[in-house]
């Protein structure tokens, strides 16, 4: 595997950081001691670090050479980014480096993620063969509490501007050696909602004399199925589940409320809002036809990750330059899965990228509590990121 050769030479220490990592994880906006690691090794590479960015968050800077030339297209300023954040999950593996943390896992790979970076940062801090500046961005809460959104709201990109941006997810799915992205949409946008029905409770065997929300509730779940059937345009890709339905306590009672609860996935702001007023208007139409009343309570949670088209083309070119053009996959299946990193590409154009885990037997995917992040592909990783500033922020003589 062609990769950086001084980066070849750190894999052991890379490996020794990231099952450190592995055996402390820490859940969002509570990663102290992971942040406190990342601060201490951006500080001791020569970084100026910079802590507190959505609660737990971390930016490390470089800087090298004389920047941009007067009149110069750019900022040469870029931003690469890593989660920190492990998930509540009993760690069900055996082997040392296993969490001493009751019931939290990094079982996403984020130990990895933190890793490359950090490699990446220590080999461009020695080296600085670029010109330009870099930051180092270390995002706290990536699972489904919204810590990219965090970082940015308290001015990530006013505090630290990037002419780019640029994120990587391990994928279990993937060959060892191989990377995978596309340019424009890559993962879903994501929401989760809440439906409340009222009606009128009453005794089980005289239904005349109530309104029956068990029943409300199964006409609605049936009938939200034809928003993405009938409402959402054919060519687009959207999800609705209904993953909850709650009513009821008793053999002999109808039930004066009824909760239904699920997500909605689509790849696109427009089509998520299309879903939500469906939404409102059959979940109050069905319950006004039964005689009952429902509130809705729709959140979008995730903006849809999309890959800006000339970034994309960058990045597939610096890994190709790495593992070989045919070991990069440029048309991966849309994934309908959310990314938060979605929420920085919404400000600033980038592009995030696939990078396998390995597959075939033993290939364990992510949020299982057998998963572990490969240590095979730190180097690679950590590569990718500094052959990607070395080639965008390429020395001016
Ligand atoms: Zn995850
Ligand atoms: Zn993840």
């Not at 959402?232 to 239904?260: H, M, R």
Request: proline letters at 5%; one cysteine or more.
């Amino acid at each position: 595997m062609p990769i950086v050769e001084r980066i070849a030479g750190m894999h052991a220490e890379l490996t020794g950081w990231r099952r450190d990592i592995h055996a402390h994880p820490e859940l969002g906006f509570e990663e102290t001691r992971t942040s406190d690691l990342v601060a201490a090794k951006l500080a001791a590479f020569g970084c100026e670090v910079q802590r507190g960015l959505g609660k737990t968050g971390v930016v490390g800077t470089l800087r090298a050479g004389g920047g941009a030339p007067p009149g110069a297209r750019g900022a040469r300023t870029l931003g690469l980014r890593a989660d920190m954040d492990a998930l509540p999950i009993a760690e069900g593996n055996t082997f040392a480096h296993r969490s001493t943390n009751q019931g939290k896992m990094h079982a996403c790979g984020h130990d990895g993620h933190t890793t490359m970076l950090l490699g990446a940062a220590c080999y461009l801090a020695e080296t600085r063969n670029f010109d330009g500046t870099v930051h180092f961005i270390f995002q706290p809460a990536e699972e489904g509490q919204g810590g990219a959104k965090a970082m940015v709201e308290d001015g990530l990109f006013e505090k630290f501007p990037c002419e780019a941006i640029f994120g990587m997810h391990n994928r279990p799915s993937l060959a060892l050696g191989q990377f995978a992205v596309r340019a424009g949409p890559m993962m879903a946008a994501g929401a989760f909602f809440d439906i409340r029905v009222t009606g009128k409770g009453a005794h089980g065997a005289r239904p005349e004399t109530g309104i029956d929300t068990a029943l409300v509730a199964a006409h609605i779940a049936v009938a939200l199925q034809s928003i993405v059937a009938r409402n959402a345009p054919p060519v687009e890709t959207a999800v609705l589940s209904v993953t909850k339905i709650y009513s009821g306590d008793a053999y002999n009672v109808i039930p004066q409320t009824a909760q239904l609860a699920g997500t909605v996935r689509t790849f696109s702001r427009d089509v998520m809002a299309l879903i939500e007023t469906s939404m409102k208007r059959i979940a109050k139409g069905v319950a006004e036809a039964f005689g009952a009343t429902a509130e809705v309570d729709f959140r979008f949670m995730f903006a849809p990750t999309v890959n800006d088209a000339r970034e994309a083309e960058f990045a597939a070119g610096i890994c190709a330059e790495l593992v070989g053009a045919q070991n990069v996959d440029r048309n991966p299946p849309l994934i309908m899965a959310s990314e938060d990193f979605s929420f920085m590409l919404e400000k600033v154009p980038g592009c995030y990228v696939n990078i396998g885990n390995g597959e075939g037997e033993g290939a364990c995917e992510v949020h299982n509590p057998a998963y572990d992040f490969n240590d095979a592909a730190l180097p690679l990783g950590a590569s990718f990121f500094a052959r990607l500033v070395e080639t965008r922020l390429a020395k001016i003589s």
